[in-house]
């Protein structure tokens, strides 16, 4: 068993090599990241939960991933359109379905979200407010 905690320094260093990537996408973004594998990272089917730390007013593009997903909130709030999100309070994707945008609140907004599988990490469909959709791959 292991315990972590982003109150403590170097919580967000914490990041595994091989996702590191995703985490410098995030940084100049001021956006912090940290995946928790719940398996071994060779195998597709291994689910994968990722912290993500927004800044106050963070916009978050519409996307979609190729997996079931799950998040919730932890801190702040978060804007995803038809409602602002608070602690607790959850939203369950299906696999490429899009989302999006989101913001985060004046305070920012911290979540937790689970992938059913680390295919869906650094794997996603990006789509622009004009509809053009343009996949994205930060991690094979």
Same mark, same amino acid.
């Given at each position: ?18 996702? =590191?990537?995703?985490? @410098?996408?995030?940084?100049?973004? @001021?956006?912090? +990241? ?5 398996? @071994? =990272? ?5 689910? &994968? ?7 106050? #007013? ?11 997903? /799950?998040?919730?909130? &932890? ?8 409602? +602002? ?10 696999? #490429? ?9 004046? @305070? ?6 689970? /992938?059913?599988? +680390? &295919?869906?990490?650094? #794997? ?17």
């Amino acid at each position: 068993m292991h315990f972590y905690s982003p109150r403590e320094e170097g919580f967000w260093d914490l990041q595994p090599d091989f996702l =590191k990537p995703i985490q @410098d996408v995030c940084t100049p973004l @001021d956006v912090n +990241i940290l995946h928790f594998l719940l398996g @071994d =990272k060779d195998v597709d089917t291994t689910p &994968v939960a990722a912290m993500l730390k927004m800044p106050p #007013n963070f916009v978050l593009p519409r996307h979609a991933h190729p997996v079931a997903r /799950f998040e919730v909130v &932890v801190l702040g709030t978060l804007d995803v359109g038809e409602r +602002i999100m608070q602690p607790g309070d959850v939203m369950v994707s299906a696999a #490429n379905e899009f989302y999006g945008p989101h913001t985060a609140g004046p @305070d920012g907004c911290t979540t937790i979200e689970v /992938f059913s599988s +680390i &295919v869906g990490v650094g #794997n996603s469909v990006q789509e622009s407010p004009d509809g053009t959709r343009t996949e994205v791959h930060y991690r094979d």
